[in-house]
């Protein structure tokens, strides 16, 4: 709001002139990590960005009574690799995990069934140890499902378990 004009203001007070910026010069991408192409880097161990990916290991903790895990499988390998897998598949979709990107997560690798097969328990016993302890792990447990199984509804995913390895390049 202005100041009438019949009330004195203090030189402190008085409104000061605007600093001119200059033009900015020219830049091109010619550091080591810029991207020189519009979008994200793809390819194997880039990741999957998307928006919220941490919610998915909220929602993944929400599944551990319905697990069905056998001897030499940790809970936290179990649900730290199926929230990632569930945050890759959310950023397929360009969205936040929802409840069924951890589900579809829980249920290629079966353990939301009583009785899975017995090589994809081995396969997964071997897939998910020390999934919570390390990236190296983490990446390659995420690499090893093909996109092309996490957009495959939830319905669609139950319906192959029987031929397990179809859904996975382990």
């Avoid at 929400?62 to 390998?77: A, C, I, Q, S, W």
Wanted: glycine share 8%; with cysteine; aromatic share 8%.
């Amino acid at each position: 709001m202005t100041q009438p004009s019949f009330v004195p203001i203090t030189d402190a007070d008085q409104v000061r002139n605007g600093r001119a910026l200059a033009v900015p010069r020219h830049w091109a991408p010619r550091r080591p990590g810029d991207l020189r192409a519009p979008g994200q880097p793809r390819g194997a161990r880039f990741g999957t960005p998307g928006p919220d990916q941490g919610f998915a290991l909220r929602l993944a903790r929400r599944f551990v009574p319905r697990l069905h895990l056998t001897k030499g499988e940790d809970v936290d390998d179990v649900v730290t690799g199926c929230a990632l897998l569930a945050a890759r598949r959310a950023g397929l979709f360009g969205r936040a995990p929802s409840i069924t990107d951890v589900e579809v997560a829980f249920a290629v690798f079966g353990f939301l069934v009583a009785d899975p097969p017995g090589d994809l328990v081995a396969a997964r016993r071997k897939a998910f140890r020390s999934v919570s302890h390390g990236y190296a792990e983490q990446r390659a447990l995420v690499d090893s499902v093909p996109e092309e199984t996490l957009r495959l509804s939830l319905d669609e995913v139950r319906a192959r378990l029987g031929d397990w390895r179809s859904l996975l390049a382990i």
